[in-house]
């Protein structure tokens, strides 16, 4: 755990696809959605959760949906009760053959910090100041707002639509 203060979780901005050949999945812009896709499709066994109410069948794949549903349905069940689950084949799944889960990058990001506090201390030491004042001449409906210049330091109204 004391590693993690060091590294920072890479996903890259343009995505990556799913490594399996013959998955027709998109570009997964979030490492979450990759995550929630590789469960779903590429994992042979999934653990079911049920809800702890006598008489309920509600199940899930995710524990946090199982205890949501008992705080709006079954709002007289203990707080501190324990959920059941047991294992099922998954029905989706597609075989992977040799490729394994893509986990995250790790990068060192103490130089990220410290030029973090440089750019928050040259902000601190440099201030800027601006000599806007209210105009109640611009009359601004809805679908406009206002447009600041502060180079000439005037504003003009902008139609959104």
């Not at 069948?57 to 059941?84: A, F, G, P, V, W």
């Not at 075989?95 to 601190?124: L, M, P, S």
């Not at 009359?139 to 003009?156: E, L, T």
């Amino acid at each position: 755990m004391a590693n993690s203060v060091t590294t920072h979780d890479l996903w890259p901005s343009q995505g990556m696809p799913c490594d399996i050949e013959g998955c027709k999945s998109p570009h997964f812009l979030k490492h979450d959605n990759y995550v929630k896709h590789w469960k779903k499709f590429h994992e042979k066994s999934i653990a079911i959760y049920d809800c702890s109410m006598v008489g309920c069948t509600i199940q899930s794949t995710e524990n946090s949906r199982i205890l949501k549903h008992q705080k709006i349905c079954h709002k007289q069940l203990d707080k501190n009760n324990t959920l059941s689950s047991h294992v099922e084949p998954n029905m989706f799944y597609k075989a992977t053959r040799d490729v394994t889960f893509r986990k995250f990058i790790r990068v060192k990001i103490t130089a990220r910090k410290a030029a973090r506090k440089a750019r928050q201390q040259y902000v601190i030491d440099h201030p800027v100041n601006f000599n806007v004042q209210p105009n109640n001449s611009l009359p601004v409906s809805r679908g406009q707002y206002f447009d600041i210049d502060f180079k000439n330091n005037c504003a003009n109204v902008v139609t959104r639509w």
